[in-house]
């Protein structure tokens, strides 16, 4: 393709409402336009980079022997009512009505319609197992729309859902996905992580989550450091390990202080010349149903993941002033476990270790001191319900955690009967018995993709696309257009890349040699051809790699075999 012809506009500042490194350069390099909040137009540039990666997701979905297929976007709410989400999902679900004032959304996911088909269709186990997928765009409103692609409203994803006999063969199609996602992304040459992830409030149902590792990822993941040891978990998910055993020193007497205007767990600390670890921390909150209090240790964080799967409830929020007035009989800051009567207490395992603690006394300006939990207070429940930071022991191996930003560009998840139960989708087995579906369903955002891909691969000067996923391979460029020996040369250049199956583009516009250069930058392309007078009378032209700056003055005839070589060391294979 000829730059000139093409749909590449190139920005010479970045539009100041883009936050992260991705957004601003695909803005910059011309490969999307905003239409609305979190809705993009992918120009051609970036559509070549979708096309690419959803070539490598079909071909690793097709090994495992996944059969693409196409649902439909509208989807009618008759099949969210019965698998009950039509209430349940939110503001997040694009509604809308049809002329006749029935109720369709626009699909966030399909495991309403696939397990309408599928039940519809698939009668005996001789069928099973069965993985369908999809690429398409998907809709989700958002609450905050942001970072360019990373959170749109509109956004292409690859859903793929498994169907099995049983558990074993779920758990047998889930390692199938698992296998193909790592596929997928290291043939997107992304440095990634599959992480052990949150399942929700249904609880003890496996899923990972594909994480590339970025600053600007939105997730917080924590990883082992061993070497041997394999443990990854998002934060919201990671297991903490008890620290130690339980202090064995005499209990004393409750007592009660005077400690004005100790409000938070620091000001208690420095009043007292303790350590927070010495310390109980006391949050209230409430659900649907109740006001509940949560204990964890002072120097510990409260995970609201673990807590809310905890709790049998479907809204967790911390408690406001009033409520807190109410239950406590004090203002916010001395909420304590002692004598607090009518809220269920969940309590951090590690809270139970603890002995002669400090912690509020639900009195203003007071607080209690050699408090012991089991004497003083008696948790309803006692379970891990705290943050684990970096610094902590591995629950694998007991070597020290440390932890990473990660922007999630998968999640593999065993549904089990969830959806099959709930609309009644069975089969008929060896014995003519129905028994239901047991599914998975499997996902990647495409679009994300792309934008996590920029966020690993790039510099002051522009993307710097992996070979893969490149748009193009390689620009070739005439230093001086009006040089029309130079001009006819990088034509012909270009011309045999083109007919060898590089993937070339031919900057032929009349600019200078620096604006060309720099939108190659920009852009990002793995290669650049550089054809100037002092080569050619050599002989030669200038091969650069975008990667690492560094240039090769190459023959006229060995132009395509250079640039053929140069990419597979990049890590194309398929030239
Ligand atoms: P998140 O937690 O980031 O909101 P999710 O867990 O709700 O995502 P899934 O339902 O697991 O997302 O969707 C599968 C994949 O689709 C995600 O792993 C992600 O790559 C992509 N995806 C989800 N939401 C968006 C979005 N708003 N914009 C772009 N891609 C998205
Ligand atoms: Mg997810």
Not at 55 to 80: K, N, Y
Not at 98 to 110: A, I, Q, V
Not at 279 to 305: F, H, P, S
Request: proline share 5%.
């Amino acid at each position: 393709m000829k730059v000139s012809e093409m749909l590449v506009p190139t920005l010479r500042e970045i539009p100041a409402e883009a936050e992260v490194i991705s957004h601003q350069l695909l803005l910059k390099a011309g490969f999307i336009r905003k239409a609305a909040a979190g809705v993009y137009n992918l120009l051609p540039l970036a559509w070549r980079v979708v096309r690419k990666i959803e070539q490598i997701i079909r071909e690793e979905m097709d090994r495992q022997g996944g059969q693409e297929l196409m649902m439909p976007i509208v989807q009618p709410a008759e099949l969210w009512r019965e698998s009950g989400r039509w209430d349940v999902y939110g503001p997040e679900l694009f509604r809308l009505k049809d002329r006749h004032g029935r109720d369709f959304c626009l699909g966030p996911t399909h495991e309403e319609i696939i397990t309408t088909l599928v039940k519809g269709d698939i009668n005996s186990y001789k069928q099973l197992p069965l993985l369908l997928y999809q690429i398409q765009n998907k809709y989700r409103d958002e609450r905050r729309p942001r970072f360019g692609l990373l959170r749109g409203r509109e956004f292409i994803m690859k859903d793929l859902y498994s169907f099995d006999y049983d558990q074993a063969g779920l758990d047998a199609s889930y390692n199938k996905m698992y296998e193909a996602y790592n596929n997928v992304f290291s043939r997107c040459a992304l440095d990634f992580r599959p992480v052990v992830a949150d399942s929700g409030a249904i609880g003890g149902k496996d899923t990972h989550e594909f994480m590339v590792l970025a600053d600007s990822g939105e997730a917080t993941i924590v990883y082992c450091e061993g070497n041997d040891c394999s443990y990854a978990a998002n934060e919201e998910r990671a297991e903490a390990v008890m620290s130690g055993e339980k202090e064995v020193a005499p209990l004393l007497e409750l007592k009660k202080i005077h400690t004005p205007d100790c409000r938070t767990i620091a000001d208690l600390a420095a009043f007292l010349k303790i350590t927070p670890e010495r310390i109980i921390k006391t949050i209230l909150y409430t659900t649907e149903k109740e006001t509940i209090a949560a204990l964890v240790r002072g120097d510990r964080e409260i995970n609201e993941i673990k807590l809310y799967n905890t709790l049998d409830c479907v809204r967790l929020d911390m408690a406001n002033p009033n409520t807190i007035l109410a239950v406590t009989g004090a203002q916010t800051g001395f909420a304590g476990p002692v004598k607090l009567k009518s809220v269920r207490m969940v309590v951090d395992s590690e809270v139970m270790a603890m002995v002669n603690a400090v912690c509020g006394a639900n009195e203003a300006d007071q607080h209690l001191v050699n408090v012991n939990p089991g004497r003083d207070f008696e948790p309803d429940i006692v379970t891990d319900i705290r943050l684990v930071k970096s610094g902590e022991p591995c629950p694998n191996c007991g070597n020290k955690l440390l932890e990473a930003r990660g922007i999630e560009v998968g999640q593999v998840f065993k549904l089990g009967d969830k959806y099959s139960k709930a609309m009644n989708a069975t089969f008929l087995d060896e014995n003519g018995q129905a028994r239901l579906f047991i599914m998975g369903c499997y996902g990647i955002g495409v679009t994300r993709t792309m934008a996590a891909a920029v966020e690993q691969n790039h510099d002051e000067r522009g993307i710097i696309w992996p070979p893969q996923i490149a748009p193009y391979h390689v620009a070739v460029l005439p230093v001086n257009h009006k040089d029309e020996h130079q001009f006819a040369m990088a034509a012909s250049i270009y011309r045999q890349l083109v007919d060898a199956g590089v993937e070339a583009v031919f900057d032929d516009r009349p600019e200078r040699a620096g604006v060309k250069f720099k939108d190659a930058d920009l852009v990002g392309y793995p290669l650049r051809i550089t054809v100037g007078a002092k080569g050619l009378a050599g002989g030669q032209v200038e091969l650069t790699t975008r990667q690492n700056g560094e240039m090769k003055m190459i023959p006229l005839d060995g132009v395509v075999d250079a640039v053929k070589s140069n990419l597979r060391r990049l890590g194309h294979t398929r030239l």
